[in-house]
């Protein structure tokens, strides 16, 4: 017997730890894990040189833009970026130009992924104007909902409890998740009046709006609308102390939540925002350092279900204004995340196990993403083989994305994506995007 491909000589990363072996791929799935001797014969073999293996992120929280905001991001320059991060998966955002919100609108951006990822993508669709299409949307193939508390994007008026609680029930009923932006829009629109009327514009007056309390209120509405259906809510860059509490405290009662957070929440705080400016600005905004601790606590215990680098690209120009009010908030992240982390797990602050954890297996399980996020026979090949030793610095001019800037410009770290496979297709290698645009899947919802 003959596979297409054996990846030999590494250290790989399975559901029951680390072992020196190698891979067998066929058809794109995992068909042997084994010692070297006991791999079947195939077609191209690869020495993968003692480096570690490990499962292919899968990115919850990415905005692909694309479309009428291609000059920001296409399908093409992001999943290159994902790539070159070790993200062999990533789930697209809603709000683009035009929104995703529809059976039709789902349909036609899918389909121009179909020609340019080079990684593996899902969809996200906003609420639709009539709940009615909801069952065609997910039909389509949207892995989950988006609901934004802070601004109306998609059909659903947000601050109608009677139209959510609708919309709830018609999702729980299809068993896709909602992933909700948590910021009360009510307490962001009442601050910001009232900096806007004392001429503030600054940094300062941009955290003041987007408080710690106008994302708890956000949170605990929405677990008070969820309590009443059975829909799976997922939390998404949760970033304060009292909302990750919150939330664990649901979760705790038993309610179907989850949540997620960021690595510029986990890594950077209110004090980085001021001196690194606008170029860090995003929405939640960073917090101040007991919220990065108690948030990093509990990444280490393995408390939050999903890391997510909520990748929002944006243009130089737009990250820079001199009213606060006119910068677009948003950092690119999917070529940081992973180099980010394995640094703290080189330090010995972060356990392999807990980033694998957030980063490949519960995001599977929560998207209901059917053979992914683990090293596993029978298992898509999706994986991205990691080089330990390799220190360097971040630089954002050499990024895939279209953004070029990044809060975490100049950082050391330690722990190099080198080799990126996708369906046991190799996409990247040391840095250079290998495969042709359309290499990746478009990935459906399969209940």
Not at 287 to 299: G, T
Not at 335 to 361: F, H, W, Y
Request: proline content about 5%.
């Amino acid at each position: 017997m003959s596979v297409d491909l054996v990846l030999h000589n590494a250290k790989i990363y399975t559901p029951k730890g680390i072992v020196h072996a190698g891979l067998a791929v066929d058809e794109g799935k995992i068909l042997k894990i084994a010692k070297k001797t006991n791999l079947p014969h195939a077609s191209k073999r690869l020495d993968i040189k003692g480096k570690i293996m490990l499962p292919g992120l899968i990115d919850p929280h990415v905005h692909l833009r694309d479309q009428q905001l291609a000059y920001k991001e296409d399908f093409l320059s992001g999943t290159s970026a994902a790539a070159a991060g070790g993200v062999t998966l990533t789930i697209d955002m809603p709000n683009n130009k035009p929104v995703t919100m529809s059976a039709k609108s789902l349909k036609e951006r899918m389909k121009l992924a179909e020609t340019r990822a080079v990684v593996n993508v899902a969809f996200h669709s906003a609420f639709p104007e009539s709940l009615e299409e909801i069952p065609q949307i997910v039909k389509q193939g949207a892995v989950a909902f988006k609901l934004y508390l802070s601004q109306k994007v998609g059909g659903t008026e947000i601050e109608d409890d009677d139209a959510l609680l609708r919309a709830f029930s018609k999702i729980s009923k299809m068993k896709v998740p909602v992933s909700v932006h948590a910021e009360h829009k009510k307490t962001l629109e009442a601050v910001k009046k009232k900096m806007q009327q004392t001429g503030r514009r600054d940094i300062e007056a941009y955290l003041r709006v987007h408080s710690p309390d106008a994302e708890l209120k956000a949170i605990q509405h929405t677990i008070r609308l969820a309590k009443k259906t059975s829909v799976h809510i997922h939390f998404c860059h949760v970033s304060s102390a009292e909302g990750l509490k919150a939330v664990l405290t649901a979760k705790n009662t038993g309610l179907p939540v989850s949540l997620e957070a960021t690595p510029h929440n986990l890594l950077l705080s209110s004090k980085h925002l001021k001196r690194y400016k606008t170029i860090a600005l995003t929405d939640p905004p960073l917090r101040a350092e007991e919220d990065v601790e108690a948030l990093w606590n509990a990444f280490r215990h393995g408390l939050i279900d999903a890391l997510a680098s909520d990748h929002a690209p944006h243009t130089v120009e737009e990250k820079e204004a001199e009213s606060v009010w006119d910068v677009r908030a948003g950092i690119p992240g999917l070529e940081t995340m992973l180099p980010l982390l394995l640094t703290q797990v080189d330090k010995g602050k972060l356990a392999m196990r807990n980033l694998i954890r957030a980063t490949s297996k519960r995001p599977a399980e929560i998207f209901r993403l059917r053979d992914r996020g683990s090293l596993a026979e029978g298992y898509w090949a999706d994986l991205v083989v990691v080089d330990m030793k390799r220190e360097y610095r971040i630089d954002s001019s050499k990024f895939h994305s279209k953004a070029k800037y990044s809060p975490f410009d100049g950082w050391r770290v330690r722990g190099k994506p080198t080799k990126t496979f996708v369906n046991g297709q190799l996409i990247m290698d040391d840095e250079e995007i290998v495969a042709n645009p359309g290499a990746g899947q478009i990935l459906r919802w399969k209940g």
